[in-house]
C-alpha cells in the first residue's frame, strides 16, 4: 500500500466516524482546533494529518490508531500494533490527560523517560542493554 493510497484511506474513516457521530466537519474542526479546510483536506486525503492531530481525533472519537488507521497486516503492522497488555496503559493515560497537549520538547521527554523504564526492566530482566 502505497502511503498516499493511506492517507485517502484515513480520510474515509474520518469522514466516516465523524457522519456516525452525526458531526459537521465544522464541529469537527473545532473540536480539533484545526480549520473546517483542514479537515476538508484530511477526509479527501489531499492533506496529510499530523500524528498529534490523529491522537486527538482517536481521544475525542474513543478509538485506537488501529481502528481509525486503515493499514494492511503486514510487517510494518507489527512495528506499531500494541500488545494486549499495553491497551490498559493508553486507557490509563487517556483518562489521566484528556484535553491536554504536550509539545514537542514534552514528547521528547516522555519518550526518552519511557526509554529508560524499558533499559531499567531490561536489567532487572538480566538482559545486556544495547545502546542504540
Excluded at 503492522?77 to 504536550?102: C, N, T, V
Amino acid at each position: 500500500m502505497s502511503y498516499e493510497n493511506l492517507y485517502e484511506k484515513l480520510g474515509k474513516n474520518i469522514r466516516k466516524v465523524r457522519k456516525a457521530k452525526k458531526m459537521t466537519q465544522a464541529e469537527l474542526s473545532k473540536a480539533l482546533g484545526v480549520s473546517t479546510t483542514s479537515i476538508v483536506n484530511y477526509e479527501l486525503g489531499q492533506r496529510k494529518i499530523s500524528l498529534e492531530n490523529i491522537v486527538k481525533l482517536c481521544t475525542f472519537y474513543e478509538l485506537t490508531c488501529d481502528e481509525l488507521i486503515p493499514l494492511e497486516h503486514n510487517q510494518e503492522l507489527a512495528i506499531i500494533s500494541l500488545h494486549p497488555e499495553d491497551m490498559a496503559f493508553w486507557e490509563k493515560w487517556r483518562e489521566e490527560f484528556e484535553g491536554q497537549s504536550f509539545n514537542e520538547n514534552e514528547v521528547e521527554l516522555l519518550i526518552n523517560f519511557a526509554k529508560l523504564i524499558l533499559q531499567a526492566r531490561s536489567v532487572d530482566n538480566g538482559e545486556s542493554i544495547n545502546e542504540g
